[in-house]
């Protein structure tokens, strides 16, 4: 009997054997791929940032265009900083005026921390009392008001400007600290926002055995002792993610801020580097230096925050 030999899939026409990868070459092709696509990512994302920086660090008033400014100037970031400094009014006659801001920016800095910082911590207590409540409290009506609390988060806050401006305005005729043109009253509309926050807050809470509250009730200590000796330091994790997300949300906070802060001594940052897009002449310099000095608490707060997320996380799960 003959036998018939097929030719093997490996050969070609030509009589070439085709090579197949091996495992260590199709992982070091992997590794090539995942760092082109980060390293890609990362430039997508600085190259922005570099051409805030270099506009402010630009001389004249031109948008973001350039990775490195052709012609470096402080004049910004001296505006920003309230510094007066010479400028050049005619160059033919060399006059000169002093520029100095009427209102210092650094006064719209100091008092979006203070917002931001304030609303922050109120939402903190608030959004964490109120989660307790949901999570380990059955009371009537509860499932409905959860499901209330989700719906209402669905909608921002921009909606209720209409709302917030009579609200205020009403309660400035009795309480003028209160009312329009007051930081209070902006915090007082930044608390209201804590619906998302208890959902986030809760669902940690949950995740917490009960056993533990128990424990510690059998040995003599009150439902708001366990809440706070208890319950507290393990939720750290969650508080710092909580702060951390309203605190940058408050600090870039624009629509609410310009309709309740009328006064330039009240604005916020952000609705004071708006003031410098004016329609006749957009002041990008100035505009650009403010946007990278926003950046500076946030990045503090978020360094700040850090050891207790990361604490959280290496520590381990809550075990029975």
């Known amino acids: 009997m003959t ?53 402010s660090f630009r001389k004249g008033n031109f948008a973001p265009s350039e990775l490195i400014p052709d012609k470096i100037s402080l004049e910004h970031w001296k505006f920003v900083l309230g510094i007066p400094y010479q400028e050049v009014v005619n160059p033919a006659t ?41 999570a380990r409290l059955y009371f009537k009506f509860r499932s409905a008001t959860l499901g209330t609390l989700l719906i209402l988060q669905m909608f921002p806050m921009v909606l209720a400007l209409v709302a917030f401006y009579v609200i205020l305005d009403f309660t400035g005729q009795y309480i003028p600290w209160l009312g329009l043109n007051t930081q209070p009253g902006l915090i007082m509309i930044y608390l209201g926002g804590i619906s998302s926050y208890i959902w986030m807050i809760k ?49 870039s906070e624009y629509p609410v801020a310009s309709v309740v802060l009328q006064s330039s001594d009240n604005w916020t940052l952000a609705v004071g580097a708006n003031s410098f897009l004016y329609e006749q002449e957009k002041l990008w310099g100035r505009f650009s230096a403010l946007a990278v000095l926003s950046g500076v608490p946030i990045t503090v707060i978020f360094l700040l925050c850090q050891r207790f997320i990361v604490g959280g996380l290496v520590s381990g799960g809550v075990k029975e």
Not at 100 to 118: E, R
């Open 94 to 134: 060399g006059e000169t005026r002093i520029v100095k801001a009427a209102t210092p920016p650094l006064l719209w800095f100091w008092n979006s921390i203070k917002v931001s910082f304030i609303a922050s911590a109120g939402i903190i207590f608030l959004s964490g009392s109120a989660a307790y409540g949901f």
């Open 3 to 55: 036998t018939v030999q097929t030719p093997r899939k490996e050969e070609s026409q030509t009589g070439t054997v085709r090579k197949r990868l091996t495992p260590t070459q199709k992982i070091a092709i992997r590794k090539v791929l995942a760092h082109a696509f980060l390293i890609g990512f990362i430039i997508l994302v600085l190259v922005p940032f570099i051409m805030v920086i270099s506009a």
């Open 203 to 251: 669902g940690y809470f949950e995740t917490i055995p009960p056993s533990m509250e128990e424990s510690a009730r059998i040995d003599g200590a009150t439902q708001f002792q366990t809440f706070i000796r208890i319950l507290l330091p393990i939720s750290a994790p969650i508080f710092a993610v909580v702060f951390i997300l309203a605190f940058i949300g408050y600090m």
